[in-house]
């Protein structure tokens, strides 16, 4: 079982579109949660970071964490074009480790 | 804003032979990463640094693979001998502080073994 999964799209929306995009996780050690957003061929950009179950918003952007299910998601209102980029999610890999666990990424298009 | 820089944006090189990634980290940052992601598949960890050694690597990272810190601002990661699948996007990225998940990422070193 991979130990984080999220479905690799692509996924296309018009401008406007609420997104919804979802990981989910094997492990119930993974504590910590994040979000990245990477542009064609640049670098993780560190979008949304969560510890707990629950939501958390950041301007459009929501991360929802539900460690029950181990289900893990970003929420993105009123989608620009601008947010056209691969979204990965990513834990750390549990209490006595520093590294990061990505998802292969979704690729999200905004059309105008 | 501080951001995490990497030099050379692209490196070209022949099989066998040793490359050196540079980055330098935000400046107030203690904790180093290096991550590589080869194209279409995964970002994947390769080791983290602390106090001039390394703290975790994966089994990626074998004894080809070498990092260091040589002054107070870099922080580099050398392959000794390359070979074909080395070839990759090399993510350098740093964190203020250990246990949480605030990693930031540099722009990357696209590498390419002939």
């Known amino acids: 079982q991979k130990e984080v999964e999220q479905d690799p799209g692509p996924l296309s929306v018009p401008e406007g579109a609420i997104v919804s995009l979802n990981c989910t996780y094997s492990n119930s050690a993974f504590q910590y949660f994040m979000w990245y957003r990477q542009y064609s061929r640049k670098g993780p950009e560190l979008l949304m970071y969560?510890?707990?179950?629950g939501n958390k918003e950041d301007g459009r952007f929501t991360a929802q964490v539900d460690k029950s299910s181990k289900y893990i998601s970003l929420f993105i209102r009123d989608s620009q074009p601008s947010d056209s980029a691969t979204y990965l999610c990513?834990?750390?890999?549990?209490?006595?480790?520093?590294?990061?666990?990505f998802g292969t990424g979704t690729r999200l298009q905004v059309f105008p | 804003e501080p951001e995490v820089t990497q030099t050379p944006s692209h490196q070209v090189t022949q099989m066998g032979q040793e490359v050196i990634l540079r980055c330098v980290p935000i400046s107030n940052h203690l904790y180093f990463y290096w991550y590589r992601q080869i194209l279409g598949q995964k970002v994947e960890f390769l080791v983290s640094f602390y106090n001039n050694e390394i703290s975790e690597k994966s089994e990626i990272f074998d004894d080809q693979f070498s990092v260091e810190r040589p002054d107070g601002s870099n922080f580099t990661l050398k392959i000794r001998s390359t070979k074909l699948e080395d070839s990759a996007m090399y993510f350098c990225a740093s964190n203020p502080q250990v246990g949480g998940g605030t990693q930031y990422f540099g722009p990357g070193t696209r590498l390419l073994v002939l």
């Open positions: 969560t510890y707990s179950s």
């Open positions: 990513a834990t750390r890999g549990g209490y006595n480790t520093d590294k990061l666990i």
